[in-house]
Each structure stands twice: as C-alpha cells, then as structure tokens.
C-alpha cells in the first residue's frame, strides 16, 4: 500500500520558535509537495520539489522554507511561527508528468497550532 | 490569479438520488482535472481524473469537463450516505502545479 507519512499528526508551538514538518513517501515519486488547508480557502500550495535538491515556490511561501536531501523526504520549515501559520498542513507525492498529468497522493495531515 | 471556483455548499440530496457538484477554473491552459473526496478530519483523496472533453464513468460516479466553458462536474449516482464529505475539484495549470477549489460539503440523508 502506497503510503505519504507526516511525523506528526499535531503540534503546538509559540510565537517565534522554528517549526520541522517532516514528511517522507515510499512510491519513489520524484515530486513532492506542501499544501496549507484552511477553512473556505482549500488547499493552498506552499512549496513543491521535483527532484532531490530542486525546490519551486508555490502560491505562498512566505514565511515558509523546504528542504529536499532525500528523494523520499521533503521538510517543510517555518523559520519563526506566527499565529496566522495556525493550519493544517498536508504533504502530497506525485510520479511522472505526462501529459499534465498530477495524481496527488497525500498524507494524513500534521494540524500545526501557534500560540 | 489562476483560480478554481466552487459553491461550498452544503449540498443534501437523499439516499439513492443524484449528486451532482460543480466547478469552473479560470486557466485556459489547464489541461487536467480531478475530484478529490475529503471525509472530514481525513486527507483528500482521488476518485476521478478527466483531460479531455466529454464524459468519464467510473461506477457511480461521472466526470464531465467542458473546456470552451471551462467547467468541470461531478455525477455521484445512487447516492449513499458513506458519500458525505467534501469534494475538491483540482486543476494541474501546467508542470507540477494542481490548483484546488475550496471544495463543496455533500451530506447524503438516509
């Protein structure tokens, strides 16, 4: 069974601190990526990766970094939490593009709260 | 600003009715299209793709995409009550990018 796993399902940290959302798949899929998921807004891509060490921004990266040393691990970082990353983040792995083609498979979610 | 629009509902229908959910995308250049179904507290996940005009049947469900109207449905026939949640329509714009509606909430009444 093809699986994305987030390590973890919740956080809560403070204002300020650095934040690790780790998140590693086992189908050898060459591109990974981390949405946010708020309510009324829907997914929302942070960042993608389409090979180990490649890194795109996505719609809102501010605040946000990744990181890609592994094919199979893909980390998102917040530098210094703030109260509006409050959200559900989800990591999502996909395989080749052909023809447009980008079946996401997602993880459980890590549901980060900042206080 | 590309964008995937959907009514978030909520849309009830009883058992055993059709449910049909809508949405429209405002890149012309998107070339594929996917419903994600999304249970509430749970990750989304894929139940139909679509790349070119027309209809695409997958048991209950159909998926239509009509480009010149740049608009794309959901059929769910025979509805059951284990088919309420939220359903994501999703646009990939290009390359690796696959851009999400809010989602429509579906409640299936028994």
């Known amino acids: 069974d093809v699986k994305v796993t987030q390590s973890s399902r919740y956080l809560v940290k403070r204002t300020g601190e650095k934040v690790f959302l780790e998140c590693v798949q086992d189908m050898d899929h060459e591109n990974m990526f981390w949405y946010r998921q708020d309510p009324g807004l829907g997914l929302r891509l942070i960042y993608f990766?389409?090979?180990?060490?490649?890194?795109e921004k996505g719609d809102i990266p501010e605040g946000y970094s990744v990181s890609r040393e592994k094919k199979e691990r893909f980390s998102l970082i917040l530098e210094s939490a703030s109260t509006n990353q409050t959200s559900m983040y989800l990591c999502a792995s996909s395989g080749t593009v052909l023809s447009g083609a980008n079946v996401l498979t997602f993880g459980a979610g890590s549901r980060l709260t900042v206080l | 600003q590309k964008e995937v629009e959907q009514n978030s509902g909520p849309l009830s229908v009883p058992e055993g009715a059709i449910a049909s959910l809508n949405c429209t995308y405002s890149d012309r250049g998107s070339q594929s299209f996917f419903w994600y179904r999304q249970y509430s507290g749970k990750s989304p996940e894929l139940i139909m793709s679509i790349y070119s005009n027309g209809d695409k049947e997958d048991g209950r469900f159909t998926a239509q995409l009509n480009k010149a109207s740049q608009y794309v449905s959901l059929l769910i026939r025979d509805s059951q009550p284990s088919d309420s949640a939220t359903y994501l329509c999703?646009?990939?714009?290009?390359?690796?990018?696959?851009?999400f509606g809010a989602g429509t909430r579906l409640f299936v009444k028994a």
């Open positions: 999703a646009a990939n714009t290009g390359g690796f990018k696959t851009i």
């Open positions: 990766s389409y090979d180990v060490k490649m890194k």
